[in-house]
C-alpha cells in the first residue's frame, strides 16, 4: 500500500515536471519540511556515529579480552597477583580485564585482613563496583539509539502532516484538484515518512544487536568474577 503511494507520488511528479530530482524536490519542499528533514540527517549522523564507535569498542573489547585471558590464566596459576595486574594493564580495552585488576587490586589490599571472609567479600565488592562501571561503559550511547529509533518515525510523520497541509494550500491557491496542485505536498509528506523510517529503522535494529553484545560481555564479566572468587578462596585456605 505505501509503496503504491509512494510510486502514484512519483507520477505526480513526472507528470508536474518533465524530470524529476533530489534537487527540484528540494526546492519545491516548504521551510518546515526542509527542517524535518535537517533534523533527520543530524538524528542518522548521530546514531550513525553511535553505531561505529560501540562497534569499534565491542570489537576491541573482544579481541583484547580472548589475548588478556590467555595470558593472565598463566600467571594466576603460578601465584604472581602483580603480574596478573600489569597484564590486565596493558589489555585495557578489555572488559574481562578491567573486571580483573579491580578484583586483584582489592584482594591485595586486603590480605592484610586476617579474616578470610573479610578479605574474600572486600574482593567481592570490588568486582561488582568494577561490573557496574564497565557495564555502563559498555552501554553508552545506546539508549539514544532507542530514542532516535522511537521517535524518528513520529518526526517524520510530522513533516507528512506539513506536506498534506501544503497540499491542500495548493488546492486553493489553483483553485483547481488536479494532479499538479498536489504534486508537491504529497513528494513532501512521503519523503519525510520515508526518511524518518530511514532513519529510525537501523537504530532499532542496532539498539537490539548491541544490547545482546552488551548482555553476552555481562555474562562473562560475571563469569570471570566468581571464577577470581574462587581463586582467592582456595588462595586464601593453601595459606592456612
Known sequence: M??????????LLALQAGTWDLRSMWGSM?????GVVFILFILSAWSLGVMIDRALMYSAARKQSRV???????????????????????????????????GLSEFQSASSQVSEA??????????????AIVHADMKRGLSGL????????????????IGIINAFKGIEAEKATGL???AGGISEALVTTALGLLVAVPAVWAFNYFTN??????????????????????RRSGKK
Not at 4 to 11: F, R, T
Not at 30 to 34: E, F, N, R, T, Y
Not at 146 to 161: D, E, H, N, R
Request: aromatic share 6%.
Open 146 to 161: 532507542a530514542t532516535i529509533g522511537s521517535t524518528a518515525p513520529f518526526v517524520g510523520l510530522f513533516g507528512t502532516v
Open 68 to 102: 588478556f585471558v590467555q595470558q593472565v590464566a598463566g600467571a594466576l596459576r603460578e601465584g604472581k597477583l602483580d603480574e596478573a595486574i600489569s597484564i590486565a594493564e596493558r589489555n585495557k580495552k578489555s572488559h574481562i580485564a578491567k573486571v580483573v585488576a579491580t
Open 118 to 131: 573479610e578479605v574474600v567479600e572486600a574482593a567481592k565488592r570490588g568486582l561488582d563496583r568494577s561490573i
Open 2 to 11: 505505501v509503496a503504491n503511494v509512494a510510486v502514484s507520488a512519483l507520477n
Open 30 to 34: 516548504s521551510l518546515i519540511a526542509k
Open 213 to 234: 553484545k552488551v548482555e553476552a560481555f555481562d555474562v562473562e564479566m560475571d563469569n570471570s568474577s566468581m571464577e577470581l572468587i574462587n581463586y582467592f578462596i582456595t
Open 180 to 182: 499538479s496542485a498536489v
